[in-house]
C-alpha cells in the first residue's frame, strides 16, 4: 500500500537557519510527490512537486525539496527560515486518483 | 483569478440532521475531489469526480455520505444523518485532469455536529 510518513510532529528552527522538514514514502512504482502547506484557518496551498527529471525540486517562497530514490525521501528545504514560515506542512503521494498525506509537520520559526 | 471555493465556511448542526456542503472549483479544472481533515485521522481522500466518468468513490466512510457534480463544475457533499463523529473540515480540491497535476484546495467547511 502507499504510505507517506513525517517522523517530526514539530520542528523548531530560528529565523535565518536553514530548516529541513522531513518525509519518507512507500509506493509501488515511481512516485508523484507534493508538499503543501497550511496556515490557520486556510486550506492547503501547494508547495512543490517531484513528478520526474532533476532530483532537486524548486518551489514557492523559496522552498525546496530532495527526491532521493533510494533512501524513498523528499525531504522539504529551505536555506534561511522566515518566521512567516510558521505553519503546517504536508508531504503527499499521488495514488491513483488520489493523494495521500502524511500526518504534517508542525513547522516553529522563533525570532 | 478566482481559486476553489467552498460554503458555507462554517457549518454547526445538530446530529440526525442533513447537511449540504458546497464546492465551486477552478473554471476549466476537471477533476474535483473531496478530502476530510479531522485530528484523529488527519487528511483523509473521500470521492473524486473526472470529467463524466464515473466517481471514484473508494474514500466515502458510510452509505450516510454522498456527493454529486452537476454539469461537470460545481459539487455538493451531502451528509446525511449526522453524528457526532462526522465533525472535521471538509476540504475540496480541484486539477487539470488527473495523473501528475498539482491539486489547488479551497479554504474548507467546518462542520460542527453536537
Known amino acids: 500500500a502507499q504510505s507517506v510518513a513525517q517522523p517530526e510532529d514539530q520542528v523548531n528552527v530560528a529565523e535565518g537557519n536553514p530548516l529541513t522538514v522531513k518525509c519518507t514514502y512507500s509506493?509501488?512504482?515511481?512516485?508523484?510527490l507534493f508538499w503543501y502547506v497550511q496556515y490557520p484557518n486556510r486550506g492547503l496551498q501547494f508547495l512543490l512537486k517531484?513528478?520526474?527529471?532533476?532530483?532537486l525540486v524548486k518551489g514557492s517562497y523559496g522552498f525546496e525539496a530532495e527526491f532521493n530514490k533510494s533512501q524513498t525521501s523528499f525531504h522539504l528545504k529551505k536555506p534561511s527560515a522566515l518566521v512567516s514560515d510558521s505553519a503546517l506542512y504536508f508531504c503527499?503521494?499521488?495514488?491513483?486518483?488520489?493523494?495521500?498525506f502524511g500526518a504534517g509537520t508542525r513547522l516553529a520559526v522563533h525570532p | 483569478g478566482a481559486g476553489v471555493s467552498q460554503s458555507p465556511s462554517n457549518k454547526v448542526t445538530e446530529k440526525g440532521k442533513d447537511v449540504e456542503l458546497r464546492c465551486d472549483p477552478i473554471?476549466?479544472?476537471?477533476?474535483l475531489y473531496w478530502y476530510r481533515q479531522s485530528l484523529g485521522q488527519g487528511l483523509e481522500f473521500l470521492i473524486y469526480?473526472?470529467?463524466?466518468?464515473?466517481?471514484?468513490k473508494s474514500g466515502l466512510p458510510s452509505d450516510r455520505f454522498s456527493a454529486e457534480r452537476t454539469g461537470g463544475s460545481v459539487s455538493t457533499l451531502t451528509i446525511q444523518r449526522t453524528q457526532q463523529e462526522d465533525s472535521a473540515v471538509y476540504l475540496c480540491?480541484?486539477?487539470?485532469?488527473?495523473?501528475?497535476?498539482?491539486?489547488?484546495f479551497g479554504p474548507g467547511t467546518r462542520l460542527t455536529v453536537l
Open positions: 503527499a503521494v499521488r495514488s491513483y486518483n488520489k493523494l495521500i
Open positions: 473554471s476549466g479544472h476537471t477533476a
Open positions: 480540491a480541484s486539477s487539470l485532469g488527473q495523473g501528475a497535476n498539482e491539486q489547488f
Open positions: 469526480f473526472q470529467g463524466n466518468s464515473a466517481p471514484d
Open positions: 509506493v509501488s512504482g515511481n512516485p508523484y
Open positions: 517531484y513528478i520526474t527529471g532533476d532530483n
